[in-house]
Nanobody, 123 residues
Framework: QVQLVESGGGLVQPGGSLRLSCTVS????????ISWFRQAPGKGLEGVSC???????YYLDSVKSRFTISRDNAKHTVHLRMNNLKPEDTAVYYC?????????????????WGQGTQVTVSS
């Protein structure tokens, strides 16, 4: 069956770095756009980044120049490299598969989600 599994979260000090991984199974990764979303305590889902099947990338304005999304279809994995982390980046991070071609920020375009990984940025 289709699965997306996030890993790589943790506790990091402000200014630190983390690399999140989304490992997929049950479908050919190369045929799907994949995105990262996050949800901070008491807030709604927020789109962070998206990578298309062709490698085009999109970012939330507040993470541009700090976060980098990449994909390795052969390893069935999408990564999110996060540098210069800030306390406001604290959230549960989810990866999701876009089930149809549409606006990447529209959560209704996604048909499968991972279980999430916690990222906490604190001194």
């Amino acid at each position: 069956q289709v699965q997306l599994v996030e890993s790589g979260g943790g506790l990091v000090q402000p200014g630190g770095s983390l690399r999140l991984s989304c490992t997929v199974s049950g479908f050919p990764l190369e045929r799907y756009h994949i995105s990262w979303f996050r949800q901070a305590p008491g807030k709604g889902l927020e789109g962070v980044s998206c990578i298309s099947t062709g490698g085009t990338t999109y970012y939330l304005d507040s993470v541009k120049s700090r976060f980098t999304i990449s994909r390795d279809n052969a390893k069935h994995t999408v990564h999110l490299r996060m540098n210069n982390l800030k306390p406001e980046d604290t959230a549960v991070y989810y990866c999701a598969r876009m089930g149809s071609v549409g606006a990447w920020l529209d959560t209704g375009e996604y048909d499968y989600w991972g279980q999430g990984t916690q990222v906490t940025v604190s001194s």
